[in-house]
């Protein structure tokens, strides 16, 4: 790419080793070779917020439908003490049927005496 990059700065080199690289050594190539197209002085200047966004999708990537289900109704639960029913029940804030959330909550082992997760 006929540019001079003589530098990594510390911080850089890092954030370089201690991100996971899911992709192997491809991912890591590619990465360097954005990187050196991105910068323009001597420093080698890469995307490092995209290292940040691409960690977090990866580990948001390992929640399952059901699991985030789960947590939703067991936050909309709380937040409504626990009240199901009635116009400011969990139910109408996440807009279903009183017994739509009761089928649901039974199916995902959630427990309203208990307040915690049955094994399922």
């Known amino acids: 790419m006929d540019k001079q990059i003589e530098h990594i700065r510390p911080e850089t080199m890092s954030a370089l080793v201690s991100y996971q690289w899911p992709g192997n050594i491809r991912e890591l190539q590619n990465f360097i070779e954005r990187s050196v197209i991105l910068t323009s002085g001597k ?8 290292l940040n966004s691409a960690a977090e999708t990866e580990s948001f990537g390992a929640i399952t439908l059901e699991d ?4 939703h109704i067991r936050k909309i639960l ?11 029940g969990a139910a109408a804030r996440l807009g279903i049927k009183r017994s ?4 649901r909550m039974q ?5 309203r005496a208990k307040r915690e997760l049955l094994p399922t």
């Open 43 to 50: 420093t080698l200047e890469p995307p490092l917020a995209s």
């Open 68 to 71: 985030a289900e789960r947590d």
């Open 78 to 88: 709380e937040q409504t003490r626990w009240v199901v029913a009635g116009p400011n």
């Open 100 to 103: 739509t959330l009761y089928f």
């Open 107 to 111: 199916k995902l082992g959630i427990s």
